[in-house]
């Protein structure tokens, strides 16, 4: 009965010490971007960058800006060196919003999404690319996993370990 007692006791103990964990708030994070997020722009920029506060990987990296009118001002691949993953722009076009949306893969091997926006208010002219089709659907709230099920499982895996335990001792 004591056995019983340690291993409830220790289970006990694995689901309190679960029950505060949170997700974990590591992840890469934009520290600064160019242009800057909401700058007013008379001229348009050549390229542009989000750095973070960590080095991206290479592969699998997305980066488009899209204009006012719905079409890609983005061209070619993106460029990531160390923490920068960058793009360069055709000249730009009509006046208005420009959204650079991201997705880059940080050393740790999450995926960052997210994007910016910069406005135009002389109007360039320059040709659009093709109409922009979205990198990913925005995350919504939930989409995490939750963690509940692997503080059972972990439970689970206790008790049946430390009944097992019990069992082969007597």
Same mark, same amino acid.
């Given at each position: 009965?004591?056995?019983?007692?340690? $291993?409830?006791? %220790? /289970?006990?103990?694995?689901? &309190?010490?679960?029950? =505060?964990?949170?997700?974990?708030?590591?992840? @890469? *994070?934009?520290?600064?971007?160019?242009?800057?997020?909401?700058?007013?722009?008379?001229?348009?920029?050549?390229?542009?960058?989000?750095?973070?506060?960590?080095?991206?990987?290479?592969?699998?990296?997305?980066?488009?800006?899209?204009?006012?009118?719905?079409?890609?001002?983005?061209?070619?691949?993106?460029?990531?060196?160390? $923490?920068?993953? %960058? /793009?360069?722009?055709?000249? &730009?076009?009509?006046? =208005?919003?420009?959204?650079?949306?991201?997705? @880059? *893969?940080?050393?740790?091997?999450?995926?960052?999404?997210?994007?910016?926006?910069?406005?135009?208010?002389?109007?360039?002219?320059?040709?659009?690319?093709?109409?922009?089709?979205?990198?990913?659907?925005?995350?919504?709230?939930?989409?995490?996993?939750?963690?509940?099920?692997?503080?059972?499982?972990?439970?689970?895996?206790?008790?049946?370990? %430390?009944?097992?335990?019990?069992?082969?001792?007597?």
């Amino acid at each position: 009965m004591n056995r019983f007692a340690a $291993a409830l006791i %220790a /289970v006990a103990f694995v689901v &309190l010490s679960l029950a =505060g964990a949170g997700p974990a708030s590591a992840h @890469a *994070t934009v520290i600064a971007t160019d242009p800057a997020d909401n700058a007013t722009l008379s001229e348009a920029p050549a390229r542009v960058s989000a750095t973070f506060n960590e080095t991206m990987q290479p592969a699998f990296a997305a980066m488009t800006v899209v204009g006012p009118d719905g079409n890609l001002w983005s061209t070619g691949a993106p460029q990531v060196q160390d $923490a920068v993953v %960058a /793009v360069e722009l055709r000249p &730009l076009g009509p006046t =208005g919003t420009y959204t650079v949306n991201y997705r @880059a *893969t940080s050393a740790d091997g999450h995926v960052v999404t997210g994007s910016w926006k910069f406005e135009l208010t002389v109007a360039g002219t320059g040709t659009p690319g093709p109409s922009a089709a979205p990198l990913a659907p925005p995350p919504q709230p939930g989409d995490d996993l939750p963690v509940w099920p692997f503080i059972v499982g972990a439970c689970v895996a206790v008790g049946a370990g %430390a009944w097992w335990a019990a069992r082969r001792r007597t």
